[in-house]
């Protein structure tokens, strides 16, 4: 099961946090988009995670959750991604809370479905930087040497360059890249439509493509085409 994250090159991100219409759910579901993650910073609750699932699960495009917070952990999903925020400021939010879940139900843990990820926050403005305390002021080296670190010395299967609410510096991402070894390198942040959504396929194994949904879903739609097509 945890191969198939080797085949993604787009991947649509939904937070049960916001609205979206039946129609819309489905134009994402039936897009030809590689899997569809479900996950997002804050206001996620066990409710309105396991609502966005069943609503998901109607279709048979893969459904992934990123956790963010133990109480909205639900099960049912094809996968569990599981964020490690390399840059943070605090190391509760590269191994502290990881600790934690594993000591209080590590039991309960299906690790055959767990895939960690190594986050590098790159945008000082967004939610989960503010949230970690991300130091995001990093030059491309500096942000290479990080998705080394979670390669090579940690062997994560994902380096995620997260610049959340904005689109990035494609050069410092492109460093990154071909920075890496055997790890996939997912891309996210202001893609909003098929000319952003090339230039980080350009740089990158996979795309993640969001906010655009909930602002201009036939934008969000054509970024599907532009990486696959």
Not at 44 to 49: K, L, V
Not at 73 to 87: A, I, Q, R, S
Not at 156 to 176: A, H
Not at 195 to 222: F, P, R
Request: glycine content about 8%; hydrophobic content about 45%; proline content about 3%.
């Amino acid at each position: 099961m945890r191969q198939m994250i080797y085949e993604w090159q787009h991947v649509f991100k939904l937070d049960p946090d916001r609205i979206i219409s039946d129609e819309a759910l489905e134009c994402i579901c039936l897009s030809g988009t590689d899997a569809v993650m479900i996950g997002g910073s804050s206001g996620i609750t066990y409710e309105n995670t396991v609502n966005l699932l069943s609503r998901v699960r109607q279709y048979e495009v893969p459904c992934v959750l990123e956790v963010s917070d133990l109480e909205a952990v639900v099960p049912g999903f094809d996968l569990y991604m599981v964020p490690m925020v390399l840059n943070a400021a605090s190391p509760e939010w590269i191994l502290g809370r990881h600790q934690l879940a594993i000591e209080q139900y590590g039991y309960l843990i299906p690790w055959e479905l767990i895939v960690p990820e190594g986050y590098i926050v790159l945008h000082a403005n967004s939610t989960v930087a503010r949230l970690t305390g991300a130091y995001t002021e990093l030059d491309a080296s500096g942000a290479a040497a990080y998705a080394q670190t979670a390669d090579r010395l940690f062997s994560l299967p994902i380096v995620y360059v997260e610049y959340s609410g904005t689109f990035g510096d494609m050069e410092l991402v492109d460093t990154v890249y071909r920075s890496l070894d055997k790890a996939r390198l997912f891309y996210g942040g202001g893609i909003m439509d098929a000319v952003s959504a090339k230039l980080a396929a350009s740089v990158s194994d996979t795309i993640i493509v969001g906010n655009i949904i909930y602002s201009d879903l036939m934008s969000a739609l054509s970024t599907v085409q532009a990486v696959k097509g």
